[in-house]
């Protein structure tokens, strides 16, 4: 929560908000947030949280990360017939959530208030019969200089929302239309072929990728930067796809990312705004 003051999710033994003092090195308080969950940073003296009423709560900080104030938001997606994510993309003091049946909308939280913009839809009405919707963990990635958000999808029947995207589907966030759209890389095979020693780019990983199934990516991030690159990785296998993030292609796998793991992170510095 700006460079400051630093905010800590717990869930047990009561659902609140641990900030500490990185300044002064001390712990300031527990704020409660009983029926809400998640840090989304705003500026250094704001963070919201999203509530299971389907709302958001922006929490006001005084001086000394003290709680002074929660402002609750207008409801904006239903929490029993399409649950929003908590991967979220930001741009300033504005987020952008999705819901499990592919509903995108943003939030902007400045000046002490949410301000909540028109829902827009992930995919076609066609799309959407065939069963398209967003899946994973950390599934939302937002590029603040472009104005493009990303988003893993697959093909799945409500409930599935945990599923690996087979597919990253690219928006522009002022026309809310998609932009681009490519395939997840086989990130199973990259793992077997890091673990068998075998050599990239060779005949023999090149039918790896062919015979071996991909269980899609879990999780995505995006650099700030004005040249940005894609990164894509799965819960489970421990190899992480480098992409462009203009036409989807794999510039290199990383490995050595340990064997598991749900989410990424990239510095924040660069935002345009």
């Known amino acids: 929560i700006g460079d400051r003051f630093l905010g800590i999710f717990n869930q047990f033994p009561a659902v609140s908000v641990s900030i500490v003092d990185l300044e002064k090195r001390s712990f300031v308080e527990a704020i409660g947030i009983a029926g809400c969950a998640g840090i989304f940073p705003v500026d250094p003296s704001h963070f919201a949280t999203l509530c299971g009423d389907g709302t958001a709560a922006l929490v006001a900080l005084d001086a000394e990360g003290r709680k002074q104030a929660i402002h609750p938001s207008e409801r904006f997606f239903d929490p029993v017939e399409d649950p929003a994510f908590l991967s ?15 509903t995108a ?21 066609a799309e959407r019969r065939a069963g398209w919707r967003p899946g ?3 599934l939302v990635g937002l590029h603040a200089p472009s104005d493009r958000l990303f988003v893993l999808m697959h093909e799945g029947q409500p409930g599935s929302h945990k599923k690996g995207g087979t597919e990253i589907w690219v928006f522009d966030l002022n026309e809310r239309a998609r932009v681009g759209r490519f395939p997840v890389p086989n990130l199973t095979a990259a793992f077997l072929a890091d673990q068998l020693r075998i050599e990239r780019d060779s005949t023999i990983e090149s039918l790896l990728h062919w015979v071996v199934p991909s269980e899609g990516g879990h999780a995505l991030a995006v650099t700030h930067d004005d040249d940005p690159v894609l990164f894509v990785r ?4 421990g190899a992480v796809a480098v992409l462009d993030p203009e036409t989807g292609e794999t510039l290199r796998f990383l490995s050595e990312v340990g064997l598991a793991g749900p989410t990424l992170r990239v510095p924040e510095a660069g935002r345009s705004r």
């Open 136 to 138: 994973g963990l950390q």
């Open 234 to 237: 799965s819960a489970t296998m």
């Open 105 to 125: 909308r943003s939030v902007d939280f400045a000046e002490g208030r949410a301000a909540v913009g028109e829902p827009w839809s992930l995919a076609s009405e």
């Open 88 to 102: 979220a993309g930001r741009d300033g003091t504005s987020w952008t959530f999705v819901t499990f049946g592919g």
